[in-house]
């Protein structure tokens, strides 16, 4: 593999950087050597499409415009910004490794790989991208799209599913990656992986390195890189109670600040456990949380959402407080809010979801 590389390296980096020149996407992230920006559009693309990030991303510049006013908002500021980009622990480790930058670095986002890396949310990926495109350096960056592209250059018909595998490909990456324009690389090879060596159906014919890809004669394009199947997703239901007080403002709690959806707000409830019904496992679960009674009627909503490790079906039951005035048990924080509070607090989707179906059967205040 090494000596493939020795070989190609130099055609490869031609061919990539001329092919860069004219092709690459204009992305707003791309206007900007900012470390800044570089940083906080890498974290927004993990597991998110480009063109979803976008719009997030020139909300978050505008609100937060450098490190410094990102450290001084409060996190639910943040967390707001990003509601309905999901993965939100992505927004709380910006917001806690700005603080770190302002605090400990001068405000200045570190330019040495060990120091960078041992940020909240920056691994070896985000460290590549942000030290090759903002400070030029040669460092490879190194995600599923590259990963993709290597194993079919190379032909790696081996799983690189495992940690082994996938340092192997970082040390191939680093064998590659110019000292000069490691940045521009860099980009292209991501631009390369969303565009023509995709997962399905790479447009082989029009690839600016098609001419050194090992697996583009042989036909095995799709079936490289061999990834291990998933396992099936698992179904979880959860219940959530709708109550209302006497001036019609709705009770929301404030999640805890680690786990799932860590300091989101939502309806008081949570996951239906096997063998007991969903109106006892909503009553425990409120109790649980609240320190309060209640009785649950009739499901005013549902809706459904996939996370990476589970499919959730949540319903929503109109309910009435029986006993006792809420106070913050398991979660951070509760409180009667109008839909105007409402919209400024930040919830998930699904829960919006919820929120906006029993609205439209039960006017809020
Ligand atoms: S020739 Fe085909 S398989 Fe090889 S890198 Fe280009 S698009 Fe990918």
Redesign the pocket.
């Known amino acids: 593999m090494m000596k493939y590389a020795a070989k190609i390296k130099n055609p490869l980096r031609r061919k990539l950087l001329a092919w860069y020149r004219h092709h690459q996407r204009s992305l707003p992230w791309r206007n900007t050597n900012d470390p800044y920006c570089i940083w906080i559009s890498e974290i927004m693309l993990q597991q998110t499409r480009v063109d979803t990030v976008i719009p997030y991303y020139e909300r978050f510049i505008k609100s937060f415009p450098d490190v410094r006013t990102l450290a001084n908002a409060p996190v639910q500021d943040v967390l707001k910004i990003w509601e309905n980009l999901g993965y939100y622990s992505r927004a709380r480790n910006i917001h806690a490794a700005s603080r770190i930058i302002t605090d400990r670095c001068g405000g200045r986002i570190p330019d040495k790989s060990e120091e960078i890396k041992t940020l909240p949310g920056i691994g070896d990926y985000t460290a590549g991208a942000i030290l090759s495109i903002a400070y030029g350096l040669a460092v490879p960056a190194v995600d599923g799209n590259v990963r993709r ?1 290597l194993c ?2 190379f032909a790696i018909r081996k799983s690189v599913d495992d940690p082994r595998g996938q340092k192997k490909l970082r040390d191939l990456a680093a064998a590659l990656v110019p000292s000069r324009h490691a940045g521009d690389f860099n980009q292209a090879l991501m631009d390369l992986g969303a565009t ?2 995709r997962v399905k159906k ?3 014919l029009i ?1 600016p ?2 001419s050194i ?1 090992r ?2 004669l042989s036909g095995l ?1 799709e079936s490289i890189p061999v990834t291990r199947k998933n396992p099936a997703i698992p179904r979880k239901q959860g219940a959530a109670a709708v109550i209302f007080d006497a001036s019609h403002r709705l009770l929301i709690v404030q999640r805890p600040s680690s786990g799932l959806l860590a300091s989101l707000w939502k309806l008081p409830g949570g996951f239906v456990h096997d063998g007991k019904s969903i109106k006892k496992c909503l009553r425990d679960c409120v109790r649980e949380e609240l320190n309060i009674s209640i009785a649950a009627g009739s499901c005013l909503a549902s809706a459904d959402h996939t996370y990476t490790h589970f499919r959730l079906t949540l319903q929503a039951f109109d309910c009435r407080l029986m006993k006792g005035n809420p106070e913050a048990r398991t979660c951070q924080n509760w409180r009667w809010a109008t839909t105007s509070q409402l919209e400024k607090l930040p919830m998930s989707k699904i829960d919006r979801k919820i929120l906006a179906e029993v609205a439209s059967s039960s006017p809020l205040s």
Do not use: E, H
């Open positions: 592209i079919r250059l023509i060596c790479p447009d082989c690839c390195v098609g890809c697996v583009r394009q």
